[in-house]
């Protein structure tokens, strides 16, 4: 199975903040990378696929990049409506496996 | 707009069985890889298996879960059995995008609760 790691686990920032979450893949998983964002009590919700692809609706402060295995979501200015969990997903093999998550305090 | 329209809470005792439900419209039961995820309470995302139609199962949960689908209904099924407390968490639907590889549509979730 491929592992997902992310980092760090928790953070605190302050709006307008930049933000930028780490996911590492154990293996190769080419650009088959997703973000998602969870809120309290919520299903996720897709930010980015393939990498680096924003997700039709979701504001622009959102981003994501690739470097080999390493992966990052970025959040350029930090909103209120932004504090929640994000996870990281890889969609090149099965099992499907998610990172443990990065929650966002503000 | 697609929804995934999951059926209710359920609460069962250890040994028990639970059947969860995930109903969509033709057009995403058709074109979309249904999968199943759980969150316990506190903890992060687990990928449970996909239908489409034909299933591929967590290891964790071979043996306990079985995954079907109504075509007459656009509806989607998780069983899972012999279930213990550490099963009790809240059961996602979700619809992948063939192309993309995303979970582009999530259901509301369906809490069950395993306790005697």
């Known amino acids: 199975d491929i592992q997902m790691t992310q980092s760090p686990s928790s953070l605190s920032a302050s709006v307008g903040d930049r933000v930028t979450i780490t996911c590492r893949a154990s293996?190769?998983?080419?650009?088959?990378l997703n973000w998602y964002q969870q809120k309290p009590g919520k299903a996720p919700k897709l930010l980015i696929y393939?990498?680096?692809n924003l997700q039709s609706g979701v504001p622009s402060r959102f981003s994501g990049s690739r470097s080999g295995t390493d992966f990052i979501l970025t959040i350029s200015s930090l909103q209120p409506e932004d504090f929640a969990t994000y996870y990281c997903?890889?969609?090149?093999?099965?099992?499907?496996?998610f990172g443990q998550g990065t929650m966002v305090e503000i | 707009q697609v929804q995934l329209v999951q059926s209710g809470a359920e609460v069962r005792e250890p040994g028990a069985s639970v059947r969860v439900s995930c109903r969509t419209s033709?057009?995403?039961?058709?074109?979309?890889?249904m999968h199943w995820v759980r969150q316990a309470p506190g903890q992060g995302l687990e990928w449970m298996g996909i239908i489409n139609p034909s299933t591929i199962y967590a290891q964790k949960f071979q043996g306990r879960v079985t995954m079907t689908r109504d075509t007459s209904t656009s509806t989607v099924y998780m069983e899972l059995s012999s279930l213990r407390s550490e099963d009790t968490a809240v059961y996602y639907c979700?619809?992948?995008?063939?192309?993309?590889?995303?979970?582009?549509?999530w259901g509301q979730g369906t809490l069950v609760t395993v306790s005697s």
């Open positions: 393939a990498a680096s």
């Open positions: 033709e057009y995403t039961f058709t074109n979309y890889y």
């Open positions: 293996q190769s998983v080419n650009s088959y």
């Open positions: 979700a619809g992948e995008n063939g192309v993309n590889f995303s979970f582009d549509y």
């Open positions: 997903q890889q969609s090149y093999s099965t099992p499907r496996t």
